[in-house]
């Protein structure tokens, strides 16, 4: 009889790690506390929009093509998807615009016309870039880090070449002197929730991953990239359990026996992966007795990642300037950070990201309509009452964009939908409610986060952006070929 395998929770880790495991011939259950697959990545729809709710662009599609391949299927069964042109719009205070492409020569030739001085350096910086990502790649994101058998075959000589003792923004700023191309590199930190004025210059790594590697967007939106693995997790013959929350984890000695659902039935496993924050887990899923209160201190212990403030309106009208990717950038990027991560206060000048994904799919919002994905980076839940913050910040950020050219936005809107941080601390129950996991403004942080197993027991692993390598598609789905890496040691 084949070993019973059970995942909590239907984020894109538990999805991939599901697929791999019914591909090994477990037995595979999966059971998910909301309603639909995906975790943080979702969609929503009303009067004819549509609106994808989490990752709005997609890189290294290779490791999602490693997945479908390793499962006997071809991704492009399931997905189709493109490179944009360009890859992003910036719109920088002073009325400067840049439009960013993966082939450099285009960025260039923008780049020639408002910073000509830092035109070569910017062509050095992606060389740069590429280079600590090859340093990087096999050492950190494609690498368990759990034992030191890990650590046998480093390059020590690349690991001294890191970057790992400047931060990101000490980088940039020894390497530009133009004020529009040093805010448009630091801001590759947010992607992992982290401020570039205290991650470490390693992070300078995360450009090479879109402006050389590049960025992607899935046709019909991002989501169905959870619908996909959905499908594929069926088709390999995972259960899918939705709409059940899980109480406990039940362990007897060192081995996980079973999950404890809310009603109080009891379902017994062989092994458990987690695909819960790897806080909750070890906090709140785990009893008391079975994993100690230093384990339990140190998790807590942990930075959360920044979280996001997210506002969706469906708008009657279109602006030419939008293109599909948009950041309008703040004044004072350094107090922007400060306001997150040190006040814990929405920022009072935020830089403001904007997908409109009606650009390139003209079914995601009526005729000449916009669909408007806005995102502002906030600190993760505090002391701070949101229900208060949800309605007066809203109308700021409307009032903002109008202010940076948006004419007409607020009278346009037909519907609008507001997610806090409460939001998805009190849905996904992500630690204090942060979007990618841990933060990594430290030195250490790539040996701080949860490892793909956990030391204390046998049979539990976890996977999902807040373990090891991190947040964002391709990571999280490469939790989850660690975790099987070392389920097979």
């Known amino acids: 009889m084949p070993k019973k395998a059970t995942i909590i929770g239907a984020g894109i880790g538990g999805l991939a790690v599901a697929s791999l495991l019914a591909k090994k011939g477990y037995d595979v259950t999966l059971f998910e506390k909301n309603s639909t697959p995906g975790g943080k990545m979702q969609q929503y729809r009303e009067k004819g929009y549509r609106f994808d709710t989490g990752p709005s662009l997609l890189t290294m599609p290779f490791i999602l093509n490693k997945l479908f391949e390793t499962c006997g299927e071809d991704l492009y069964d ?17 009325g400067t615009l840049f439009d960013n492409y993966s082939e450099p020569e285009k960025s260039v030739n923008q780049i020639k016309s408002f910073a000509p001085g830092d035109a070569d350096t910017y062509k050095k910086f992606l060389n740069y870039s590429k280079e600590l990502y090859q340093k990087t790649a096999d050492a950190f994101l494609f690498n368990p880090l759990y034992d030191f058998s890990d650590l046998r075959n480093l390059n020590f000589k690349d690991f001294l070449g890191i970057d790992a003792f400047k931060t990101v923004s000490q980088k940039v700023d020894q390497q530009f002197t133009s004020p529009y191309l040093r805010k448009f590199f630091k801001r590759f930190t947010t992607y992992n929730g982290s401020s570039p004025f205290k991650a470490p210059a390693t ?47 039940i362990v007897e000695d060192d081995i996980v026996t079973g999950i404890q659902e809310d009603d109080g039935s009891i379902y017994p496993t062989d092994i458990l992966f987690s695909n819960a924050d790897a806080t909750e887990t070890i906090l709140n899923l785990l009893p008391d007795p079975s994993i100690s209160k230093r384990r339990k201190s140190k998790q807590q212990a942990i930075e959360p990642s920044c979280s996001g403030f997210v506002l969706l309106l469906g708008c009657s009208k279109q602006w030419d300037q939008l293109k599909h990717h948009n950041i309008f950038f703040s004044e004072n990027y350094e107090k922007e950070f400060e306001d997150i991560f040190d ?53 700021f950020l409307i009032k903002q964009l109008e202010a940076r050219g948006l004419a007409g936005l607020n009278e346009s809107i037909e519907i609008k939908k507001v997610i806090t941080p409460k939001d998805f601390y009190e849905k996904y129950l992500s630690n204090r409610g942060s979007i990618y996991g841990t933060s990594s403004n430290s030195r250490m942080a790539a040996f701080l986060r949860p490892r793909n197993k956990e030391r204390a027991f046998k049979n539990l692993y976890m996977v999902g952006g807040s373990t090891h390598p991190g947040g964002g598609i391709p990571l999280v789905i490469q939790s989850a070929f660690n975790a099987i890496s070392l389920l097979e040691r």
């Open 78 to 94: 399931y997905l189709s998807f493109s490179e944009l042109e360009p890859l992003c719009r910036y719109f920088y205070p002073d």
């Open 203 to 249: 992070l300078n790594a995360i450009p090479h991953v879109e402006l050389n590697q590049g960025g992607y967007y899935v046709n019909d939106g991002l989501y169905q990239i959870a619908e996909s693995l959905h499908q594929l997790g069926e088709k390999m013959g995972v259960r899918f359990n939705f709409n059940t929350s899980i109480r406990k984890i």
């Open 343 to 395: 006040k814990k206060t929405m920022p009072g000048d935020p830089t403001i990201y904007i997908a409109n994904t009606s650009y390139s799919d003209s079914n995601h919002a009526p005729k000449n309509s916009s669909n408007l994905f806005i995102l502002v980076n906030s600190p993760y839940v505090d002391e701070q009452d949101w229900e208060t913050i949800k309605n007066k910040y809203s109308s």
